[in-house]
């Protein structure tokens, strides 16, 4: 794999003229892709890939950015694309002061790997006759092994952190919840103007019957008597409607108005005068369609 163009950083000792800082993978890795789960961890190689034999020759990161993944991926016992190159960055001991012990520079591999496996592959670097140096497949990776330095912490170095996975399910979860709330909220709102709505019906409703009572005329309901009057005063013949007879009439027809003279009042009787029924002046009871059949 090709190097990417040289990438330099300020240090407290200058690096001799020509030498990068980083050299980066082609394509470079875009860390926001990676799961939260990973951890970025740095590898130190011994003088057999000094920095200087490293960044002057196109071949060694190119190997490296090929094949150390898959020596940690197989001493681990997991796939190798669970393992990524992040980049390649030199190595300053504390004796370094200055371009003249360039010999001294070494070259630290970064990658980003599962963070729970972070403490065994640690403890299988420090152990040399472990499946990590021994178990390789093919030359490259058996060499690059043997050239890991076990003398550096794999955490030593920070970098960015990961936001993949776990940060794309986050904010698909952010935008299902922003499009449920939404939903809630625009049903809340219909519900509202629904429920206003039938609230101004029932209002309105309300003030018209309210309305219809205050300025209709009072209705006379049927058989009642009318306040402040007598039953039947405004009509012809009240009294006699209230009587036994009208109910006669009003099965013979009858629809005028007998004079008060001709009215038999049932109440009245005559105590000054007595006169004799003669028997025979009686006719026999005719049945006129009264109320007592005869």
């Known amino acids: 794999m090709a190097?990417?163009?040289?990438?330099?950083a300020p240090s407290a000792a200058p690096l001799p003229s020509g030498l990068p800082r980083v050299i980066l993978p082609q394509p470079q890795l875009n860390t926001t892709a990676l799961p939260t789960s990973d951890s970025l961890i740095n590898v130190l190689f011994n003088a057999s890939l000094n920095w200087e034999w490293v960044a002057e020759n196109v071949d060694p990161p190119g190997q490296?950015?090929?094949?150390?993944?898959?020596?940690?991926?197989?001493?681990?016992?997991?796939?190798?694309?669970?393992?990524?190159?992040?980049?390649?960055?030199?190595?300053e001991p504390s004796t370094y002061t200055g371009p003249a012990d360039v010999a001294q520079l070494g070259t630290i591999w970064q990658g980003y790997m599962p963070?729970?496996?972070?403490?065994?592959?640690?403890?299988?670097?420090?152990?040399?006759?472990?499946?990590?140096?021994?178990?390789?497949?093919?030359?490259?990776?058996?060499?690059?092994?043997a050239c890991v330095d076990p003398s550096l912490?794999?955490?030593?170095?920070?970098?960015?952190?990961?936001?993949?996975?776990?940060?794309?399910?986050?904010?698909g979860s952010n935008v299902r919840q922003d499009a449920i709330i939404g939903v809630v909220s625009s049903l809340g709102a219909i519900a509202l103007i629904v429920l206003g709505y039938v609230i101004y019906r029932t209002i309105k409703r309300r003030r018209e019957l309210a309305h219809r009572r205050l300025s209709d005329p009072d209705v006379a309901y049927v058989g009642a008597r009318p306040d402040g009057q007598e039953f039947d005063r405004d009509s012809v013949g009240g009294q006699r409607r209230r009587s036994f007879y009208y109910a006669e009439d009003s099965l013979r027809?009858?629809?005028?108005?007998?004079?008060?003279?001709?009215a038999y009042d049932h109440h009245v009787t005559n105590?000054?005068?007595?006169?004799?029924?003669?028997?025979?002046?009686?006719?026999?009871?005719?049945?006129?369609?009264s109320t007592m059949n005869w």
């Open 3 to 8: 190097s990417a163009a040289p990438t330099l």
């Open 64 to 91: 490296i950015f090929e094949y150390f993944p898959q020596v940690i991926a197989t001493a681990l016992g997991i796939e190798a694309g669970d393992v990524q190159n992040f980049e390649l960055i030199v190595y």
């Open 115 to 145: 963070s729970d496996k972070v403490s065994t592959l640690a403890s299988l670097i420090s152990n040399q006759k472990s499946v990590f140096y021994t178990g390789q497949d093919g030359s490259i990776p058996s060499t690059l092994a």
């Open 153 to 171: 912490d794999l955490e030593s170095i920070t970098g960015p952190a990961p936001g993949g996975s776990g940060s794309s399910n986050s904010s």
């Open 253 to 262: 027809g009858y629809q005028g108005v007998r004079a008060e003279e001709d």
């Open 271 to 289: 105590m000054r005068e007595r006169r004799p029924v003669v028997a025979g002046a009686i006719s026999t009871p005719i049945l006129r369609e």
